[in-house]
Nanobody, 126 residues
Framework: QLQLVESGGGLVQPGGSLRLSCAASRFSLDRYTIGWFRQAPGKEREGVSCISGSDDSTYYTDSVKGRFAISRDNAKRTVYLQMNSLKPEDTAVYYC???????????????????WGQGTQVTVSS
């Protein structure tokens, strides 16, 4: 079974940057569609970004377009979420997830992902 581990969260000032990592323990992620999601206290889980397992096409929710970038390093079995120009409203627990169907396209709903990491906290505050 695919196991995912997120890292890279922390406390950052508004306007700052963080890079989140989603690492797989045993399997390469190159054929998996990987999504990043976030959940703030009292709010529903939100799809932030994804990278397709079929052609590496990407998706970003409107609120992060131009600020976040998703990428993968197959040799390191890791998918990254580079987050720039962070805002207080980006504060949330961030999760990565994988679709068990290989070579699939990006999916926005978290219900369509099968494997989840434990989450990493991102706090944007001065």
């Amino acid at each position: 079974q695919l196991q995912l581990v997120e890292s890279g969260g922390g406390l950052v000032q508004p306007g700052g940057s963080l890079r989140l990592s989603c690492a797989a323990s045993r399997f390469s992620l190159d054929r998996y569609t990987i999504g990043w999601f976030r959940q703030a206290p009292g709010k529903e889980r939100e799809g932030v970004s994804c990278i397709s397992g079929s052609d590496d096409s990407t998706y970003y929710t409107d609120s992060v377009k131009g600020r976040f970038a998703i990428s993968r390093d197959n040799a390191k079995r890791t998918v990254y979420l580079q987050m720039n120009s962070l805002k207080p409203e980006d504060t949330a627990v961030y999760y990565c997830a994988a679709d068990r169907v290989l070579f699939s396209r990006c999916k926005v709903s978290g219900h369509e992902y099968d494997y989840w990491g434990q989450g990493t906290q991102v706090t944007v505050s001065s």
